[in-house]
């Protein structure tokens, strides 16, 4: 019975609208975030933490 009164609420216009939304709010937060310049910084501390690992093993 629940499912007959969400399928009369909701439509297929209604759906695609929704969709439409959240992949614009998906794009946008995409390019708040800025992803090339996270990758960066992930190989840089990468970068940085094998330096420090490889300095440990030449001191032990």
């Known amino acids: 019975m629940a499912l007959i009164r969400i399928k009369a609420n909701f439509s297929r216009e209604i759906i695609l609208f929704?969709?439409?939304i959240m992949t614009a709010l998906a794009w946008l937060l995409l390019q708040f975030l800025?992803?090339?310049k996270q990758v960066e910084r992930v190989?840089?501390?990468e970068n940085?933490?094998?330096e420090k690992q490889g300095?440990?093993?030449?001191?032990?």
């Open 43 to 45: 190989v840089d501390l």
């Open 55 to 60: 300095m440990m093993a030449t001191l032990a």
């Open 18 to 20: 929704a969709f439409a």
């Open 48 to 50: 940085n933490d094998i």
């Open 34 to 36: 800025n992803i090339d």
